[in-house]
């Protein structure tokens, strides 16, 4: 799908997952159109590297460690006096229960409460900046089931793509209350599924599954990383905000909900408090 994207300088975005895939394409992408960059990614090297590219900045942190992410939001507040752009890309899926530093489901962490914690310590800046925020989803939430009594439990049965499934439910839900919660401000939230993208993500599938769909064996059936991050860029300059707020995109087109749980608002609003409590995030409405 060929798109004008607009000028974007003068405007300031922070990309997580940035090191590598979507991330680095959607960094490279707003870099082209004028942005300043802020490319945050959890390896150092890979991170430098597409953060040089784009002439931006490199940020370090693991969202597997929410002091890293606390470190990171703060780092950003005192580099970037407005944000126009939030673009939490960082997920992965992991074989088996993991538990985090922080007594985290690792999935459930990296995928919602990392990302919940920065856009909220992030979220008066990002309301200042009327700025965008774009959630990484995916299909898969179509067949998830989130428990919040289970989701983060610290044992018990585990299915890693069930686990990941319900995370970016998760991300679906995250996106439409921060949308309810900001309806008084010109915040933007949005979320999207970027297409079956051969990208890092799948480095833990069965089967050597992670490397299949990297190789080149691949190419006729899986998206290319800058076509994974054509919609993330879309949606981040798309002209009207009000036309997306809160709402899911399948690569660039509105979808309906096909599954229940991500219209829930009460399952919404006891995620939103959840996560509020899980991160030590107080209350912001």
């Not at 950003?76 to 992965?92: E, F, M, Q, S, T």
């Not at 299909?139 to 995370?167: E, K």
Request: one cysteine or more.
């Amino acid at each position: 799908m060929a798109l004008q994207e607009p000028d974007l300088t003068g405007m300031t975005v922070v990309v997580t997952g940035a090191s590598s895939g979507i991330g680095a394409a959607a960094a490279a992408r707003f870099a082209d159109r004028g942005a300043t960059v802020a490319v945050v990614g959890r390896t150092p090297q890979r991170t430098a590297e597409v953060a040089a590219r784009v002439a931006g900045v490199s940020f370090i942190a693991d969202f597997a460690c929410f002091d890293e992410v606390r470190e990171l939001a703060a780092a950003l507040l005192d580099r970037y006096p407005r944000i126009d752009v939030l673009a939490n890309n960082a997920g992965g899926a992991w074989r088996e229960r993991t538990i985090t530093v922080d007594g985290n489901e690792l999935t459930f962490q990296v995928n919602h409460l990392s990302p919940f914690l920065l856009t909220n310590l992030l979220l008066e800046r990002l309301q200042q900046s009327r700025a965008r925020v774009v959630n990484t989803a995916s299909t898969t939430y179509r067949m998830a089931r989130l428990d919040l009594n289970t989701i983060n439990a610290p044992a018990g049965s585990f299915n890693q793509l069930g686990t990941y499934a319900a995370t970016k439910l998760a991300t679906i839900l995250f996106t439409r209350e921060l949308a309810r919660r900001a309806a008084d401000t010109y915040l933007t939230a949005v979320a999207f599924h970027p297409g079956a993208v051969a990208t890092h993500v799948y480095d833990n599938a069965p089967f050597g599954l992670g490397r299949l769909i990297r190789s080149p064996l691949s190419r006729p059936f899986v998206l290319r990383a800058d076509q994974g991050a054509e919609p993330l860029v879309h949606l981040a300059t798309a002209a009207n905000a009000a036309a997306i707020n809160g709402q899911y995109f399948h690569r660039f087109d509105l979808e309906p909900p096909r599954n229940k749980q991500a219209i829930d608002a009460d399952l919404a609003q006891r995620l939103w408090t959840l996560s509020e409590t899980v991160t030590g995030i107080g209350s912001t409405g």
